[in-house]
């Protein structure tokens, strides 16, 4: 009976664990995004960009947004 209750425990705490590693990795993601957000908006702002260019670097800036969220999602936190 001990036994199967500190097993229910133990589950328990991990999916809270889980839970709560998902809400750090949503928040961090927010993060990541606006600083992603900031760094192109300083370069709107300092920078007068063709199109072309500018065009590359929403491209660039998206793929390293792609990338992150692959990152955030597939590995733990430490």
């Known amino acids: 009976m001990v036994e199967s209750l500190v097993k229910d425990l133990v589950k328990q705490i991990?999916?809270?664990?889980?839970?709560?590693?998902?809400?750090?990795?949503?928040?961090?993601?927010?993060?990541?995004?606006a600083s992603i957000d900031r760094i192109y908006d300083s370069i709107e702002q300092h920078f007068d960009l063709d199109e072309i260019r500018r065009t590359n670097v929403i491209k660039s800036l998206n793929t390293l947004k792609d990338e992150l969220y692959f990152v955030v999602q597939t590995t733990p936190l430490s």
Do not use: H, P
């Open 14 to 33: 991990g999916l809270f664990m889980a839970g709560v590693q998902d809400k750090l990795k949503a928040e961090l993601m927010v993060e990541i995004y």
